[in-house]
């Protein structure tokens, strides 16, 4: 199954370089990069596209896309699933790491669970120096009559994987909400099928709260 990573960006540093390096060298073979660079600066997109495609030395493949103007994340994700061609969907923010085996892991788990449309790890809290700080346990807790959602969210959006055509069979993420929109996001698959969301225990991924 084809896996699309949807990473939206608007500053070009090496924490960028470093997180788009992990995608890189994920050990699963059957995915792309859709890279998009929300900001109108063509000579910091284009350094960040040379750099890329020297560290691309598995030529995974890499749609770079740059806005012309500035239209913030929510806009920018939906435009980046859309150009891509991923049966899966992978987030990941400019600032973090995932472990080498993220995509293989979070593939395996929804190829073995049909009756889940979106699967989701706990996450390693890392320092500038990449020193662990604190392991994250992210969770959700739903029943016939709770439902932890409802009161806080408790999963970190980056570390999600789901299924495309449930990603528009629920329409999207809402473009009316300029933050929280991962909120709305999960609340809408939950929705949709109450128990469709899984977890994998793990911690693939590391994130500098910086």
Known sequence: MRVSTILCCHVFDKNLIKSVKSILDQNYNDHELILLFDNPNLENFLKLKEIIIKENTKNININFVQNKTNIGLTKSLNKAIELSNGDFIMRQDSDDISEKSRISELVSYLKKNSDKNLVYSNVKVIDDFDNLIKFKINYLL?????????????????????????????????????????????????????????????????????
């Open 142 to 210: 739903i029943n016939k009559f709770f439902n932890s959602h409802n009161f806080r969210n408790s999963i970190s959006h980056p570390s999600i994987m789901f299924r495309k055509k449930i990603f528009y069979k629920i329409k999207k993420y809402d473009e009316r909400f300029l933050v929280s929109q991962d909120y709305d996001l999960t609340h809408k698959f939950i929705q949709d099928s109450r128990y469709s969301i899984g977890k994998i225990p793990q911690g693939l991924i590391e994130k500098n709260l910086r």
